[in-house]
């Protein structure tokens, strides 16, 4: 072979052509550049590697591990740090079994982490899910590691395996060779069988918390040298729910979409958000009734970029937040995620709204979330969703509205004409309300049990508010009597426990209750044989809800009169007593045998109605009434 037919060395190019530039090196995602290489790099799960680092101290090492938890959170990378360290071992250096304290790469932490090593073996169960995969890994099982301490078999997905593949694994699951060990991962632990879980121990991997992850994200964005604000990483966290693989792929979408600058802009306009400051701003239109704003201020988003179902999710949010800051105020204030503005304008909301407006906010939100993302028009189906919002943001609630009315019905008519004709205008708003009338129906006047003739209904008037018009209850005069209605008999009591459809205590009060005495706010009786002793403590307590004043319900030693109940069978007896003795009805009976009274009711008078029917379970018979 002679010179110009030989090799070409290394450096040797061909004459006139230019030395080639070096391939470059190709670019690995933040996700796979900073994939934690030991267990002091895992954030968020510090329960899990507790459990992992005193079992490998005290050597009690199970067959099979079980790891579970949304997507992101590090099951799959978890299974190989604890496939690293089972066979973790140092070149020079005694070999001290498994531990979690790997400083330094060991002989086998390089290939084991690329997924390369022959001894630990991964097998993606969504793509091999029959039995004759499973039958691999059991034939396979038999032999002992080549290199390694242990043999570890990392499969992912476990719950896509098959019946037939689940129940393969059972036996050598149960009682596996003592150089083989199993690391399982699933994100939908509800689908492996509990045959499998009882065999393998579980560990439930947690989302990380918002403040580590922001922490997280900073660490990354300094070693990218990569300037990032806290807003914009406070929005990755929220987007990322706390999964970190997600937290990290977003944020290098970001750096990409910012050119190296991640700003709250950049990200707002990257994944379709409305600006947090200007969700507070719609929050406080919507509460305050002011429609015309509302709608400037979600068209001003929508034009902007947001996704009116996004707008609606963000209000409902910022709700869930003032709730937090309402209930839970040292708590929800804590979030590192939360913005300045969020912080301060949402606990000046707390301190103004009722738990029942925002609940009440929350409810038609989460109805209307849904609503917008199913409909053809967006915008205009989150607009008619505001209009419904606003205008239940300054209704009272059913209570209050049958407390102001119980307050009205309490003064007389007198006073409740002198309301309606004077009604109470609804204090001004800051801007001006919707110019839109609503109707609703009248509620039903309050029953009184006391033969009284039933008050007047309040006046619903329709008060000015800017431009618009709303309804607003009348407003009582100062009622000198207590609210509720008046009791001044026994019978009373048990006539609105039977209103209030309380049939446990109304039972008891007619079978249970020999009556003692009975003045308007205290109540005594003698407590039948076998009757409940908590009567009491029940009918006080109902007393005070249904009445708005305090009763005192005593129990008596003496005897006290009959029970209703008794005194209404003995009516009825006696009533059926003096139909038996009438002489019509002595010969009735008389020449029909068998036929008995069933029911005595009094003649209607002449030219009127008779409005008296049979008692609900009372037996009929062909035979005629007797009249008395």
Known sequence: MDATSGPLSDAGLLPGLPEPTPAATPYRVLARKYRPQNFDDLIGQGAMVRTLANAFAANRIPQAWMLTGV???????????????????????????????????????????????????EMDAASHTGIDDVRGIIDGIRYSPVSARYKVYIVDEVHMLSEKAFNAFLKTLEEPPPHAKFVFATTEIRKVPVTILSRCQRFDLRRVEAETLVGHLARICAAESVEADAEALAAITRAAEGSVRDA??????????????????????????????????????????????????????????ADPAVILSDLASFT?????????????????????????????????LSVRVLSRAWQILLKAIP???????????????????????????????????????????????????????????????????ESRPALPPIPTFSGEAPPPRPALTMAANGGGSRPALA?????????????????????????????????ALEREVHLVRFEEGRIEFRLADGGR????????????????????????????????????????????????????????????????????????????????????????????????
């Open 371 to 437: 609503e917008v993302q199913t409909a053809t028009r967006p915008l205009a189906a989150a607009e008619m969703a505001l209009v419904r919002l606003a205008y239940a943001a300054d209704l009272p609630t059913p209570d209050e509205a049958l407390r102001q009315m119980k307050a009205q019905a309490l003064t007389g008519p007198a006073a409740a004409s002198g309301a309606a004709a004077q009604p109470l205008a609804q204090s001004p708003s800051p801007s001006p309300a919707p110019a839109m009338a």
């Open 248 to 305: 990290l792929s977003l944020l290098d979408q970001a750096i990409a979409h910012g050119a190296g600058l991640v700003s709250a802009q950049s990200v707002r306009d990257m994944l379709g958000l409305a600006d947090r400051g200007r969700i507070v701003d719609l929050f406080e239109a919507v509460m305050r009734g002011d429609i015309p704003a509302s709608f400037a201020e979600v068209r001003g988003q929508y034009e902007a970029g």
């Open 71 to 121: 997507r992101g959170v590090g099951k799959t990378t978890t299974a190989r740090i604890l496939a690293r360290g089972l066979n973790y071992v140092r070149d020079g250096h005694p070999d001290t079994g498994p531990t979690i304290a790997m400083p330094e790469l060991g002989r086998h932490c390089q290939a084991i982490m690329e997924s390369r090593h022959m001894d630990v073996l």
């Open 475 to 507: 407003s009582p005069a100062p009622a000198p009597q207590p609210e509720g209605p008046r009791l001044l008999r026994f019978t009373d009591v048990v006539a609105l426990a039977d209103a209030k459809r309380d049939i446990g205590l109304k039972m």
């Open 320 to 352: 869930h937040l003032v709730t937090r800051l309402k209930l839970v105020p040292d708590e929800a204030a804590a979030d590192p995620t939360l913005s300045e503005a969020e912080r301060s304008r949402g606990s000046a909301f707390a301190k103004t």
């Open 533 to 628: 002793q908590s009567i009491a403590n029940d009918l006080a307590r109902a007393l005070d809800a249904w009445t708005g004043r305090r009763w005192i319900v005593a129990l008596s030693k003496e005897a006290g009169e009959p029970t209703l109940d008794a005194t209404a069978r003995a009516a009825t007896e006696t009533r059926h007593q003096n139909a038996a003795a009438h002489p019509l009805v002595r010969e009735v009976l008389a020449r029909f045998p068998g036929a008995q009274i069933v029911d005595v009711r009094d003649k209607a008078p002449e030219g009127s109605p008779a409005i008296e029917a049979a008692p609900t379970g009372e037996a009929e018979t062909d035979e005629p009434d007797d009249e008395t």
